[in-house]
């Protein structure tokens, strides 16, 4: 087995700044990682990433194993990239995300309520509004789904559509459209829920 040394190829670009006859300037080209918030590459940023968060380097480490290859930065610069890479992630993670979820075959679901901020006449107001867990445990991913603050059976109906494993819930009504005798699902009840009802009813 033979290993190729990586290498790390550092582009300089000759750019100008130009005043226009209304005074304001504008330069010669745009920079080229303009959207990635930095100077490093995608294929470089996306091997920090993996060292980070897949072979759990800290960044102090990465700085060290960037410097014997020629790279001098900062903790702060190097933190500053890794950030602006995980929020271009983000930016279509999600779907890949929900993606693997929907097709789990076994999920737990329920949905709460939490404090959202909301727009009224009035100015911003925070309201309880309903968000939904998808929890696909053998994958250990959680996916959460909010639908403008609804629990409504339209919610689940939508995010399930195409899902033919087993799904285990609380005993909230919207599920049991899953109970049909036609039901793609093996729809289960949730122990956990079923438990706390024997709990409080003890001391009574």
């Known amino acids: ?59 102090n480490r990465q700085i060290r194993l960037l410097a014997r290859e020629g790279i001098h930065i900062s903790n702060t610069t190097l933190n500053s990239y890794i950030h602006n890479g995980i929020a271009k992630l983000k930016e279509f993670m999600e779907d890949v995300f929900k993606g693997f979820v929907q097709q789990a075959e076994y999920l737990m679901v329920d949905e709460t309520t939490e404090l959202v901020g909301i727009e009224t006449k009035e100015g911003k107001a925070y309201r309880r509004k309903y968000l939904w867990a998808f929890f696909a445990k053998h994958m250990k991913m959680v996916y959460y789904h909010y639908n403008n603050g609804s629990r409504s059976s339209d919610v689940a109906k939508s995010f399930l559509e195409h899902f033919m494993g087993t799904l285990s819930t609380d005993g909230y009504t919207v599920y049991r459209m899953f109970d049909g005798e036609d039901s793609k699902v093996l729809h289960i009840g949730c122990w956990t829920h079923c438990r706390r009802l024997w709990v409080d009813a003890l001391p009574s």
């Open 1 to 59: 087995i033979e290993h190729v040394r990586a290498h790390n190829v550092e582009h300089v670009y000759k750019v100008a700044r130009v005043k226009l006859a209304d005074g304001t300037f504008v330069s010669t080209m745009e920079h080229p990682l303009k959207k990635l918030g930095g100077i490093f590459s995608p294929e470089l940023l996306a091997r920090l990433l993996c060292l980070k968060y897949d072979f759990s380097m800290p960044e």
